[in-house]
């Protein structure tokens, strides 16, 4: 196949990140949808007739027989996600899937494997690594503009919580997982830096019911990375005006800030002063970063070098969440220099992973 054919793809999972992501990849030359997947029958038609009229299957089961199928965007509930995610490995289908790719890392690691074996692509769906005001920070960062990083704070607070049965961590992962692993991906993706410790703790809560299914709406991290360096990552779930994401990188020789409200960009502060930095303002940065993971997806799967988001990545950014709630669970702070014992967290037969 030439680099030129788009690719054919399929929606699984039409729910409302499943339909943001068809949308916003129709319109591209790379990339043709030629199905959507799921059980419900009511919102796959309703997306497959906006979107011109693409077929609609069940299941994914059921469309696993379907023609022409190169490659499957799952966008299935999280706790779904290896299972969709071996079947569509199993029938050599390469997967752009939703974060995180597994609730374990160790079931991760195996479909991580699995895909290499195969020499299939599996990415995951880290879209601000492809998204404007963070693609031009990461160069500046890289070029040295602002000096050796010292502090990044990484905030991340949405205008209301999902219900309560979607917030339960056996579901979603909780806030942390669900919410936590974009800011801890970006940390050490943004820096270089690696995470060696953590030290989480829980807000007072705000939404009694994400108590009662052992979730909490605001949580506080501190990392220790590399070198000395800090991060701090806040993640709230009640703060009403908008979904409000901002990353500020404060280095040796000046500052990065990256916000989203009203719209997207990347502000450079140095000894000249502080502006906008050229290419780095979007209306809406989260569709820019689903438009260019998936035209980088696409890119891959015809034998472009591009660096991906793969398994690896989604699990160590489960690993750091993993250790984000066994430390608001207990008070005591996390070192992430031992890959056993946080393996073993995935494993905790303890029913509520943040509040104990």
């Not at 339909?19 to 009511?42: C, P, Q």
Request: charged share 25%.
């Amino acid at each position: 196949m030439t680099s030129g054919v788009p690719l054919q793809l399929a929606i699984v999972g039409v729910g409302r990140m499943g339909a943001f992501h068809a949308r916003k990849l129709a319109t591209l030359d790379a990339i043709s949808i030629v199905g959507v997947a799921d059980v419900s029958d009511e919102l796959a038609v309703a997306l497959a007739d906006e979107l011109g009229g693409v077929a609609t299957y069940p299941s994914p089961d059921a469309l696993l027989g379907a023609p022409d199928v190169e490659a499957w965007l799952i966008a299935t509930p999280t706790a779904t996600h290896p299972e969709v995610v071996q079947k569509a490995l199993d029938n050599g289908l390469h997967v752009l899937c939703e974060k995180p790719l597994a609730l374990d890392p160790e079931a991760g690691a195996e479909l991580s494997a699995m895909a290499r074996a195969k020499g299939l692509v599996l990415q995951v769906g880290f879209w601000r690594r492809f998204s404007p005001p963070w693609v031009r920070a990461k160069e500046l960062l890289e070029g040295g503009a602002v000096g050796r990083p010292l502090l990044v704070r990484l905030t991340q607070w949405d205008a209301n919580p999902p219900p309560p049965e979607f917030c339960d961590p056996e579901v979603s992962g909780g806030l942390a997982i669900d919410c936590g692993i974009h800011e801890f991906d970006l940390v050490e993706w943004l820096t270089g830096l690696s995470i060696r410790r953590v030290d989480a703790r829980r807000l007072p809560v705000v939404d009694a019911r994400l108590e009662e299914v052992g979730d909490v709406d605001n949580l506080l991290a501190v990392l220790d990375l590399d070198g000395g360096a800090v991060a701090i990552v806040d993640l709230s779930r009640n703060a009403r005006y908008g979904d409000d994401v901002r990353t500020e990188v404060l280095g040796s020789e000046g500052a990065l800030f990256v916000d989203l409200l009203p719209e997207g960009r990347t502000r450079l502060g140095d000894a000249n002063g502080l502006r906008v930095v050229d290419g780095s303002e979007t209306p809406d940065a989260m569709a820019s970063g689903v438009v260019g993971q998936a035209e980088a997806f696409a890119a891959a799967i015809r034998g472009g070098t591009i660096d991906l988001p793969d398994g690896a990545a989604s699990n160590r950014a489960v690993t750091v969440c993993r250790a984000v709630q066994e430390s608001t669970r207990s008070g005591v702070s996390v070192e992430l220099d031992s890959p056993q014992r946080i393996a073993n967290l995935a494993e905790s037969d303890q029913p509520d992973p943040l509040t104990g």
